[in-house]
């Protein structure tokens, strides 16, 4: 019977570059591969993505498996687990990580399923034990208010890690490797899905995975019209606009605001967070940041345990008496 | 259209992070006190949906739960909502499962109901936040999956979904029979009113015992599990909160502001 060897990671391609979660997952995954003496592959889907397996093994591959079909431009469940399947079952490996990123909800679970393994999704940490050298994986569970560590032994093991948790290694263009491809063989009658349209309603202007400043509203803001005196702190300061959930879904910020468990994991510089109560699932998506300030008119908010400065009063005479204050230090 | 809605009990995840309590010899959340369980909220989004496709298409709303000593009150919320048949797997040999365990009892109980187009889940559960079981149920039976939606609709005989995407969302087609699981950005969920209230005092629920769905009692709950739990914690959060003050809100704004230049923050 074949053994399961080598760690293996799912590499995301976005607008004809290399994901950033796929860097950080190739760096967790050497990490994994140096403790149990093994390789680490990467594996690339999609189309027109051939070109982009080099950069895998600069970012600390030592082989990359491509499928490219132009079946496979867009992401459709039956075509890349039936593919994922394809290649796990060809290559083996020990482990298998993904990241916890819109794909990643959607084919890890799916995929652990039809390889009949089990798969630990948000992972933050991820170690081998030294005595069963199997994968640890801790994951935050109960909205982030707890942590669990799970184990088990069927194969692959597979993970999800959460964005920014992970580090990447240090880009070596000089790196080699092995570049391998595989036909995806799909037949098309198999895929029951059909993507009709896809819509990108991002925000011009700083991302907010890449902002260094962020000014992030709350329920306590009441109004997408109160967002307004965040926006011109954020441009006072130079950083981005965020929101906790309930704003972006009660459509008074657009949704891709929503920082959270379920929304973007941020990790700058500064968080500013506004009329924010705290709440595990918020502090899941920015407890990253370096600086968190908290401004709150209950001081038994939650925030207020999470944060390293705040106030508490009225955002309505806070805000504006703050944001003018910052630009007279800033010589604005 | 008929429509199955997975619909989990669970302690409150809005009640105060400070009630949260782990116990740590037996990896396990202690319950808020006075604080009773709830739907977990994006099942509750998940029987949203369900509801908004009865009121468009006609057809059945059928909520499944499972677990063990469910309570009544509790899981009864989907018919007060406006469902219209509760069947639970209600045994101790249900409870305590993981998302593989789960999502085949689940799916046998699915298979058991016999006639859907549709089976509806919250896209992670408020407790455990693994969300697979949705993609577990669905493979499991050999069907076509979305997960994360936030709009279904359904034309000639299709569904049509919009999934949340990192930065906005896509519209997919897919085929019936479907297992799609739900996000927040559906919307609100409906309030009970008197009328279901009534009607889901009244409604007793179909009540299945492992026996009944066709499986041992080794393959599900904690005793089928695929995943070991080796600790459950709670972090500790370092670092105190300076909170600043004044004599106004903006002579506190401006101390803040003036703090955080003194730290080299600003």
Redesign the interface.
């Known amino acids: 019977m074949a053994e399961y060897k080598g760690v293996m990671i799912y590499g995301e391609v976005k607008e004809g570059k290399l994901a950033p979660i796929t860097a950080e997952i190739l760096g967790c995954g050497r990490k994994l591969a140096n403790d149990l003496g093994q390789d680490l592959c990467a594996v690339l889907v999609g189309s027109g993505i051939n070109d982009l397996a080099q950069e895998a093994i600069a970012f600390g591959a030592d082989k990359v498996y491509v499928v490219d079909d132009p079946l496979l431009k867009?992401y459709?469940?039956?075509s890349y687990v039936a593919v994922m399947e394809k290649v796990v079952k060809q290559v083996m490996p020990q482990i298998l990580l993904l990241g916890q990123?819109?794909i990643g909800?959607?084919l890890a679970?799916?995929l652990?399923?039809?390889l009949e393994?089990?798969?630990?999704?948000?992972c933050l940490e991820l170690a081998i034990d030294p005595d069963s050298k199997l994968m640890?994986q801790t994951?935050?569970?109960?909205?982030g208010?707890?942590?669990?560590?799970?184990?088990?032994d069927?194969h692959p093991q597979m993970a999800t890690v959460r964005a920014k948790a992970m580090s990447p290694l240090e880009r070596d263009a000089s790196r080699k490797g092995e570049v391998t491809t595989i036909e995806a063989g799909i037949d098309p009658s198999t895929i029951?899905?059909?993507?009709?349209?896809?819509?990108?309603?991002?925000v011009a202007g700083i991302k907010l995975e890449d902002a260094e400043i962020i000014v992030s509203g709350g329920r306590g803001m009441g109004s997408g019209d109160n967002f307004k005196p965040l926006e011109e702190l954020a441009k006072a300061l130079g950083g981005a606009v965020g929101s906790s959930?309930p704003p972006?879904?009660n459509g008074w910020v657009p949704?891709?605001y929503h920082i959270g468990?379920?929304g973007?994991v941020v990790a700058p510089?500064?968080y500013i967070a506004v009329g924010i109560s705290?709440?595990?699932?918020h502090l899941s998506g920015c407890s990253g940041s370096k600086?968190i300030?908290?401004i709150n008119k209950d001081?038994e908010a939650?925030i207020?345990?999470?944060?390293?400065?705040?106030?508490?009063?009225?955002w309505k005479?806070?805000?504006?008496?703050?944001t003018?204050?910052?630009k007279e230090?800033?010589g604005k | 259209m008929n429509v199955i809605v997975c619909v989990k009990q669970i302690n409150d995840p809005e009640a105060p992070p400070s009630s949260f309590k782990v116990d740590s010899a037996t990896n396990k959340v202690v319950p808020p006190p006075g604080v009773p369980p709830v739907i977990s909220p994006y099942d509750e989004q998940a029987v949203e949906a369900a509801l908004r496709i009865k009121d468009a298409q006609g057809g059945k709303v059928t909520a499944l739960s499972m677990g063990a000593n469910l309570t009544r009150d509790v899981v009864k919320k989907p018919l007060a909502m406006g469902a219209d048949e509760l069947v639970l797997l209600d045994d101790e040999a249900f409870a305590e499962g993981d998302s593989w365990s789960t999502a085949y009892a689940l799916a046998m109980a699915i298979k058991k109901i016999g006639e859907y187009d549709l089976v509806f889940c919250g896209r992670q559960a408020g407790d455990w936040d693994a969300g697979q079981v949705g993609s577990g149920i669905a493979e499991i039976l050999g069907l076509p999956s979305i997960t994360i939606a936030r709009k279904i609709d359904i034309t000639d005989g299709k569904a049509k979904v919009e999934r949340v995407t990192a930065d906005g969302y896509e519209v997919v087609e897919i085929s019936l029979p479907a297992v799609i699981t739900v996000t927040s950005e559906l919307g609100e969920p409906r309030y009970p009113n008197i009328k279901g209230i009534m009607a889901a005092k009244r409604k007793e629920p179909t009540i299945w015992k492992p026996a009944d769905i066709g499986v041992d009692p080794s393959q599900i709950g904690n005793t089928g599990r695929r995943t070991k739990l080796m600790k459950l914690f709670q972090p500790i959060r370092e670092g105190e909160c300076e909170i600043v003050g004044g004599e106004s809100p903006e002579e506190a704004a401006a101390n803040l502001a003036l703090k955080l230049r003194e730290a080299k923050i600003l």
Request: charged letters at 25%.
């Open positions: 867009d459709q469940t039956d990123t819109s909800r959607d679970p799916r652990a399923f039809r393994t089990a798969v630990s999704m948000d640890l994951r935050p569970v109960y909205g208010n707890a942590q669990a560590i799970y184990s088990y069927s029951r899905t059909k993507v009709l349209n896809k819509v990108s309603q991002e959930r972006a879904d949704e891709a468990l379920t973007k510089n500064i705290g709440a595990s699932q600086h300030i908290a001081p939650n207020f345990r999470a944060a390293e400065f705040g106030v508490v009063g009225d005479q806070l805000i504006p008496a703050f003018n204050k910052v230090l800033l």
